[in-house]
């Protein structure tokens, strides 16, 4: 699937065809093109080419450890309910 845009042109894949043809998709990144990654038909990832969008990168503001760390959570967490919930609603 493509989507047309006046600027660029992106093209929709699912993760097993991009599996499938990851070269053939990195060469059309490479051209210019950009790549949304679909789970199920909901948008995971988007590959652009790499001199597209530069990154900015900063220095830390500070040190990591004069962060405090994070609060225990107030309940335990059943991991394997939220997965499970989660893919339910896909």
Excluded: N
């Excluded at 220095?59 to 991991?79: G, I, K, Q, V």
């Amino acid at each position: 699937m493509t989507v047309s845009d006046h600027h660029m042109t992106m093209k929709k894949v699912g993760i097993a065809e991009l599996k499938a043809r990851l070269s053939e998709h990195l060469r059309s990144v490479r051209t210019g093109r950009t790549l949304i990654v679909l789970d199920r038909e909901t948008p995971v990832a988007r590959i652009v080419p790499y001199a597209a969008e530069p990154v900015d990168v900063r220095r830390a503001s500070r040190r990591l450890r004069d962060l405090a760390p994070a609060p225990p959570p107030s309940t335990p967490t059943d991991s394997l309910a939220v997965l499970l919930d989660d893919r339910r609603r896909r």
